[in-house]
């Protein structure tokens, strides 16, 4: 089993930067991709940000060069960093962490962007 916590979410203006973690616990050495989800209301769940076990990242193309993921060195810790944060990125974030075929999705944390 997966267990994962979000955290960093929070209210920041246009123009501001948060930085998400995401925590992972319990069997975690089988995980070979972690990834950042949002969804705002109304709107379906969209990829926003993927790391794999050996690196390689990807961007959904509205935050690439804004927003940056990143792990920890025991890979057990995932991170976001959110740069020159826009009204359009208010949603709940999610962590998701892919083992074998099984996925394991955090609580969400909720970031707004608002003046």
């Known amino acids: 089993q997966v267990q994962l916590v979000e955290s960093g979410g929070g209210l920041v203006q246009p123009g501001g930067s948060l930085r998400l973690s995401c925590a992972a616990s319990?069997?975690?050495?089988?995980?070979?991709?972690m990834e950042w989800y949002r969804q705002a209301p109304g709107k379906p769940r969209e990829l926003v940000a993927g790391?794999?076990?050996?690196?390689?990242?990807n961007y959904k193309h509205s935050v690439k060069g804004r927003f940056t993921i990143s792990r920890d060195g025991a890979r057990n810790t995932v991170y976001l960093q959110m740069n020159s944060l826009k009204p359009e990125d208010t949603a709940v974030y999610y962590c998701?962490?892919?083992?074998?075929?099984?996925?394991?999705w955090g609580q969400g944390t909720q970031v707004t962007v608002s003046s």
């Open positions: 998701n962490a892919r083992k074998l075929a099984l996925q394991y």
């Open positions: 319990g069997s975690i050495s089988g995980i070979s991709v």
């Open positions: 790391i794999t076990n050996g690196g390689s990242t």
